[in-house]
């Protein structure tokens, strides 16, 4: 009998990335391939394109924009001073690229894919223009949410240029309600947000969890651990609030505390400010990096969406400390963290769990017993059940 086949469309490639967004594609991508045949369209120019265990074929696609001198040049402009003045966002140009929606038409042809799945609102123009397939999207965070709040952190032009993409790029996600054949969140946070804009409702998702049980471990004294990419806006607003707000509370009570900041991109300049840091770059291996934690932190107030940080740290059984926008969509809310959302409190739940390795070991059963009835695949697997019946 054939096994069904479903397109997943992403812009960066999941299969090298390194962030959130890039985890939470192969999270459920890995459930998805034990129910069809999963084909994966990127942008992008990677040398691998070889058929690996999640996806049988990779196509990577060549924006519009790179596909000859003249199309770069006179796309460069219209696309660029749309930009500038907040018409429209880059984003459009890549959500409305002629290149991937020819893509996903041949693709479909060729494969017999009933369902096609976009794992971004960029990608939605591509996707709502298909009339051969089931076209579902799943918007990974509020994104013009996301921009209003960068635009209360700014003045002037560009504060009004953030503003004014952030109502484009609302348009385009409620768009993207409205017309998909199913939108999906991966919070019921989002989910409300969007239903609160206008939007017709969509449907909330968890994003599934492997367990890694390493909740019985004997675990280091005084290690604090905080995983993310530090180029992203609410790392470093997350990252600053407890540096300098937090921190110091920290060490005063436990001189010996140390914390080790984990991910890519550039760390903050001002590091040298601080005591007992030790900054350790990209981590290729999860599990040997909270081996040596005592507590996780997710001191994150800003962004939208889900923040995987918080799934892998639960689900290794690491003790967490978040805010409650760090824990959003995630089993962090349903007892799996200790949830703080200002400094002292937040400082006094870190202190508590260095201070008592009985604590940690609560905290840490707790993680993974949160994780095991709020991300287990169940429900990934009755979104498989969906999408197929929609291409029947």
């Known amino acids: 009998m054939t096994r069904p086949a479903i397109v997943i469309v992403k812009a960066a490639d999941p299969l090298s990335g390194t962030d959130g967004t890039a985890a939470a594609t192969l999270a459920t991508a890995r459930v998805l391939a034990d129910h069809a045949d999963l084909h994966l369209v990127t942008f992008g120019s990677h040398s691998n394109t070889a058929p690996s265990e999640i996806f049988r074929s990779v196509t990577q696609v060549r924006p519009d924009h790179q596909r000859s001198a003249r199309v770069r040049l006179t796309s460069g402009l219209r696309y660029g001073f749309r930009d500038a003045f907040g018409i429209e966002p880059w984003a459009h140009a890549v959500e409305s690229c002629a290149a991937m929606a020819d893509a996903l038409r041949g693709l479909v042809d060729a494969t017999g894919s009933g369902v096609v799945l976009a794992e971004h609102w960029t ?30 952190q700014t003045r002037g032009i560009q504060a009004a240029r953030l503003g004014r993409r952030a109502e484009a790029v609302r348009d385009v996600e409620i768009r993207a309600c409205d017309e998909a054949d ?40 005084d290690r604090i651990g905080f995983l993310g990419r530090l180029d992203w806006w609410p790392n470093q607003e997350g990252l600053a609030w407890f540096l300098d707000e937090i921190w110091p509370m920290v060490r005063e009570q436990r001189p010996d505390a140390t914390l080790t900041i984990a991910g890519a991109g550039t760390p903050p300049a001002d590091l040298d400010r601080h005591e007992a840091i030790e900054v350790v770059g990209f981590v290729p291996n999860l599990a040997d990096f909270f081996d040596t934690l005592s507590v996780g932190i997710v001191p994150i107030s800003g962004g939208t969406g889900v923040k995987m940080k918080t799934i892998d740290l639960m689900r290794h059984g690491v003790p967490v400390v978040s805010t409650t926008t760090g824990a959003r969509g995630t089993a962090g809310l349903a007892g799996g963290a200790l949830i703080a959302d200002d400094s002292t409190t937040f400082a006094d739940e870190v202190v508590r769990l260095l201070a008592d390795p009985s604590e940690r070991q609560v905290q840490s059963s707790a993680a993974v017993a949160a994780v095991r009835a709020f991300h287990d695949r169940r429900t990934t697997d009755e979104l498989a059940e969906r999408l197929l019946g929609l291409s029947t």
Do not use: K, Y
């Not at 223009?129 to 635009?151: S, T, Y």
């Open 123 to 152: 990608l939605s123009g591509a996707v709502l223009g298909l009339e051969n397939a089931a076209r579902v999207v799943r918007l990974i965070d509020v994104e013009h949410d996301n921009l209003l709040h960068r635009a209360a």
């Open 182 to 221: 199913l939108c999906l969140t991966v919070s019921q946070e989002d989910a409300d947000h969007f239903e609160a804009a206008g939007a017709s409702p969509p449907s909330f998702v968890p994003i599934p969890a492997r367990i890694e049980d390493r909740a019985s471990r004997d675990r280091p004294n």
